[in-house]
């Protein structure tokens, strides 16, 4: 009996942070796609605007409580905006998709994202947390802004004792593991971890926006997420950096391929996300907005200046917002003195970069960055050589995957250059993690050249 109570706790405090975070998000996208909260209507799906409402919440909520820093208050004030807000979105699905959520295609794909969900609840619920940057870094963090109830000074930001856990990361994850805690009343080893879950959550409805009854789809799956084993439930980021990665690319390739506005929001909202994941986001969301850029430019040659501010100012609003809680964390951070102990752009930097050059240290960092990615290297090129035969050498919609995945590679390889650590062991104990957006770059490649394959055999047939 009383695992089924918990269980149905369990449950119950899943679809409240969903529908929490669903009507935060709602407040900016509803304005953002239909031009009000509630009565206007455009040709968009709505599990792709469920998601990017999702992940627009989960960005506010964060926003929330590091500005009010105190929990009672953050939660007061994100709960009168999601209550608001998810009122407005009851509204917009009543008059305008409940016959489409109760289309046969849309509950079977409600259930299966309910299996693949359910798939990774148990290892995520039943596992402590007992990996290294797991326990002492997010979730230690978690349990210091529980603590104190809040994430100001109070959470002891500055104490030396805690300097090891790297208190300079963004903590988005660790907020929401906090407030779990927060709400429930105590504090586990296994309790906080269910914040992965609405990482994870929100992740595969994004997925899911690409299902379709075909073999790719079917691929994309196993390669993103079940590839990504265990960093999707162990309580590392770097499983969740590559799954956001990868899914803003595929809705970029998809956006290439659509031209839907919505795609192209939906890419920049992951890409944003990424900087509340790791340090290492910032690096992706800058290879990834520029990618977006490069592509808008290909797309549209000409921009007319005048007009730029006139017609976007809302999606600049909605950009500020989300943009907002980190530059908020930048601004703490100068303020309570807490740095990177890589040391990036210091003149000792250089100079570990200078001395492994010379000493031909950078063919170890290549060699084992290597051994990571030969596997979604060999699929890709088996994939690739098979398009060739199939006389569709181009796929441009593979295209910024593949150039983001290199780019972000060599800015992973500079890192290893200029580490104060010694390289062999940080190569060892990192590698295999920070490859994994990598590999989750290749994979989106990947599926877009599976994909053209199989619509290109499906109108042959016809």
């Known amino acids: 009996m009383h695992t089924v109570i918990n269980g149905i706790q369990l449950f119950l405090l899943l679809g409240l942070g969903v529908t929490f975070f669903l009507g935060l998000g709602w407040l900016i996208v509803g304005y953002l796609l239909h031009g009000s909260l509630t009565i206007k209507k455009r040709n968009t799906s709505i599990l792709q605007e469920i998601a990017l409402a999702l992940t627009s919440g989960l960005i506010i909520n964060y926003g929330i409580v590091i500005c009010f820093q105190s929990f009672k208050v953050g939660l007061v004030v994100g709960g009168i905006l999601s209550v608001f807000g998810i009122s407005c979105f009851a509204v917009y699905l009543y008059r305008y998709h409940i016959h489409q959520v109760l289309t046969t295609t849309l509950i079977n794909m409600g259930i299966g994202m309910l299996f693949v969900c359910l798939l990774f609840l148990s290892p995520i619920a039943t596992e402590p947390l007992i990996e290294w940057d797991?326990?002492?870094?997010?979730?230690?963090?978690?349990?210091?802004?529980?603590?104190?109830?809040?994430?100001?000074?109070?959470?002891?930001?500055?104490?030396?004792?805690?300097?090891?856990?790297?208190?300079?990361?963004?903590?988005?994850?660790?907020?929401?593991?906090?407030?779990?805690?927060?709400?429930?009343?105590?504090?586990?080893?296994?309790?906080?971890?269910?914040?992965?879950?609405?990482?994870?959550?929100?992740?595969?409805?994004?997925?899911?926006?690409?299902?379709?009854?075909?073999?790719?789809?079917?691929?994309?799956?196993?390669?993103?997420?079940f590839s990504f084993f265990p960093l999707i439930w162990n309580g590392y980021m770097d499983g969740y950096l590559a799954l956001y990665f990868s899914i803003a690319l595929l809705l970029l390739g998809r956006y290439i391929h659509s031209s839907q506005t919505i795609d192209l929001l939906s890419s920049v909202c992951c890409l944003v996300f990424l900087l509340y994941l790791k340090n290492e986001g910032i690096l992706a969301?800058?290879?990834?907005?520029?990618?977006?850029?490069?592509?808008?430019?290909?797309?549209?040659?000409?921009?007319?200046?005048?007009?730029?501010?006139?017609?976007?100012?809302?999606?600049?609003?909605?950009?500020?917002?989300?943009?907002?809680?980190?530059?908020?964390?930048l601004f703490y951070k100068h303020q309570w003195n807490l740095s990177n102990d890589l040391g990036i752009g210091t003149t000792e930097s250089f100079t570990r970069?200078?001395?492994?050059?010379?000493?031909?240290?950078?063919?170890?960092?290549?060699?084992?960055l290597r051994v990571q990615i030969e596997g979604a290297l060999l699929l890709f090129s088996l994939l690739y050589t098979a398009s060739i035969a199939w006389r569709k050498p181009l796929i441009k919609e593979s295209l910024p995957a593949i150039v983001a995945a290199g780019i972000y590679c060599a800015g992973m390889a500079g890192i290893y250059l200029l580490t104060p650590l010694e390289l062999k062991h940080h190569l060892l104990t990192s590698a295999s993690r920070t490859m994994l957006s990598v590999n989750g770059c290749i994979y989106v490649g990947c599926y877009f050249i599976l994909n053209s394959i199989e619509h290109d055999g499906e109108w042959k047939a016809k």
């Open 353 to 368: 970069i200078s001395r492994r050059l010379s000493d031909g240290s950078y063919l170890l960092i290549l060699q084992d």
């Open 134 to 225: 797991a326990r002492s870094i997010w979730f230690f963090h978690a349990k210091m802004i529980y603590a104190a109830g809040s994430f100001g000074l109070l959470a002891g930001w500055q104490h030396p004792s805690v300097l090891f856990s790297h208190t300079d990361y963004t903590n988005l994850v660790p907020v929401v593991a906090a407030q779990i805690a927060y709400v429930m009343g105590f504090w586990n080893e296994y309790l906080p971890k269910i914040a992965l879950m609405f990482m994870l959550v929100v992740g595969i409805t994004w997925l899911f926006t690409f299902a379709r009854r075909s073999f790719s789809f079917l691929i994309l799956l196993l390669l993103i997420p």
């Open 285 to 329: 969301a800058l290879i990834g907005l520029s990618l977006i850029f490069a592509v808008r430019l290909l797309k549209n040659r000409s921009f007319p200046i005048k007009n730029v501010f006139k017609t976007n100012w809302k999606y600049y609003l909605a950009g500020f917002i989300v943009l907002l809680p980190f530059a908020v964390w």
